[in-house]
């Protein structure tokens, strides 16, 4: 069994900053990608920021500049960094990653979310 538990969603005003963590815990051999997505209400979940074991990155152009995303691997850890948040950046986040677990099978495992509210 696997879990991933994101922390550091909340209420925030618009410029200000949030830190999410998404730690992943169970019978995990080996994490590859990580990534941040994000739904809003009446929207589409979408990918707002992803990394590689390598620590390569990617991210949705609406949050270029303004978030970061990184990992600490000895903590199977994915954090996401948001400054300069904006009321379009409410939504709920959710965290996922690919991993490797002891059966040697893959999977892509997901976060239960936090909420992020941004007030004008």
């Known amino acids: 069994q696997v879990q991933l538990v994101e922390s550091g969603g909340g209420l925030v005003q618009a410029g200000g900053s949030l830190r999410l963590s998404c730690a992943a815990s169970?019978?995990?051999?080996?994490?590859?990608?990580m990534a941040w997505y994000r739904q809003a209400p009446g929207k589409q979940r979408e990918l707002v920021a992803n990394i590689t074991r390598g620590d390569s990155t990617d991210y949705a152009d609406s949050v270029k500049g303004r978030f970061t995303i990184s990992r600490d691997n000895a903590k199977n850890t994915v954090y996401l960094q948001m400054n300069s948040l904006k009321p379009e950046d409410t939504a709920v986040y959710y965290c996922?990653?690919?991993?490797?677990?002891?059966?040697?099978?893959?999977?892509?495992?997901w976060g239960q979310g936090t909420q992020v509210t941004v007030s004008s």
């Open positions: 169970g019978s995990i051999f080996n994490i590859n990608a």
């Open positions: 996922t990653a690919n991993i490797l677990v002891y059966t040697l099978r893959i999977y892509d495992y």
